[in-house]
């Protein structure tokens, strides 16, 4: 399985401000995702980013909130734009691994609460 | 698009008893069902899979279980441990665009009583 790293872990930001998550994986990948999981609720896909194109974003999520980039195959970064306590939630990032690259491995997360 | 459901939200179980989490799927496309643990405050991680060519797969005491024409699966832990304690998350995968699209259930809350 790939190794993944995600930075920070947790921050406490003012609403209004954005925050920029980056996540590291230790080789090379097509597809890399990040999700939202809210207070104990299950993962919500808000987007797939493939290096060398836009970001593909699910229903209920746009550019505009959440900017991705994906300048190489092992590193992306996430955006939380125009934070409001809503935004409060941990963000994973997760890459296809594996034999197959069905199989899906998860960062650490970073836990993001917004005052 | 794909919709996955989960029961139960909660369960407890004695040490020892078997616990069984059963998860419906809607697109019959979906090829590949992983499960996924997450304990508090960790990320989520595999615990085991199936795809749609099998019936049924187990690995020492987790076993999954995938009925295709009814569109259900099931994950079945045996000889419960309270380490066993922690959130488990079904998930439906359909090819979309090129690349995997993951769906996941709503969770499970297993606690294992000692």
């Known amino acids: 399985s790939a190794v993944i790293s995600q930075k920070p872990s947790r921050d406490i930001c003012q609403r209004g401000t954005s925050l920029t998550i980056q996540c590291q994986v230790d080789s090379q990948v097509t597809m890399m995702f990040w999700y939202r999981q809210q207070p104990g609720q299950s993962l919500t896909l808000i987007a797939t980013?493939?290096?060398?194109?836009?970001?593909?974003?699910e229903s209920g999520f746009v550019i505009d909130k959440f900017p991705i980039s994906r300048p190489n195959l092992t590193f992306s970064t996430l955006t939380v734009s125009n934070m409001s306590p809503e935004d409060s939630s941990i963000y994973l990032c997760s890459v296809g691994a594996g034999s197959s690259t069905d199989t899906q491995y998860f960062g650490p997360g970073t836990r993001l609460t917004v005052l | 698009g794909e919709n996955v459901e989960q029961h139960p939200s909660t369960l407890s179980v004695q040490e020892g008893d078997s616990a069984v989490i059963k998860c419906t799927y809607s697109?019959?496309?979906?090829?590949?069902f992983p499960w996924y643990k997450q304990e508090l405050g960790k990320r989520p991680q595999l615990i085991i899979d199936?795809?749609?060519?099998?019936g049924e797969k187990k690995d020492q005491r987790i076993a999954v279980t995938l009925n295709k024409t009814a569109k259900h699966f099931s994950l079945h832990i045996t000889e419960t441990q309270p380490e066993d304690s922690a959130v488990y998350f079904c998930?439906?995968?359909?090819?979309?665009?090129?690349?995997?699209?993951?769906?996941f259930g709503t969770g499970t809350k297993l606690q294992v009583i000692p």
């Open positions: 199936i795809r749609s060519n099998v």
């Open positions: 998930a439906a995968e359909v090819n979309s665009g090129g690349y995997q699209k993951v769906t």
């Open positions: 697109d019959s496309a979906s090829n590949y």
């Open positions: 980013a493939n290096q060398g194109s836009e970001a593909t974003y």
